[in-house]
């Protein structure tokens, strides 16, 4: 089973989205990085993150939900870092960063964009 079918089959994701509409997005994306590793910040039901991976994206992610965390962490099996964005610590640099439905509800903007891990 793929992941896309994994998340709608599971009844503790809610998918919200027609999935296929990412994929307009992830086209685009590999014309413009060049990369393959992928930090998604704010996962919401997991759905955007199931179609990277599903891209042969590497993905990581942060959430500060912890519910959403488990939830979409069990169904995708990748780890899931629980925490705000602002202190999310990591070595690795990113090819692509997704902020959906993010940006607007952090507290300090400026300084989450200049630590924002990118190559």
Excluded at 50 to 55: G, K, N, R
Aim: glycine share 6%; with cysteine; proline share 2%.
């Amino acid at each position: 089973m793929d992941i896309i079918q994994k998340i709608q089959n599971n009844l503790s994701l809610k998918v919200t989205y027609n999935l296929d509409c990412y994929n307009h997005i992830f086209n685009r994306l590999e014309e413009l990085a060049s990369g393959k590793d992928y930090l998604e910040i704010g996962i919401g039901n997991g759905e955007m993150l199931a179609v990277a991976q599903e891209f042969g994206y590497h993905v990581d992610a942060v959430e500060i939900c912890k519910e959403d965390c488990e939830k979409v962490s069990a169904v995708l099996n990748i780890d899931i870092k629980w925490c705000d964005i602002i202190d999310f610590e990591t070595e690795k640099k990113y090819d692509v960063i997704v902020m959906g439905d993010v940006f607007e509800h952090v507290i300090r903007p400026v300084q989450v964009l200049k630590k924002l891990p990118l190559c």
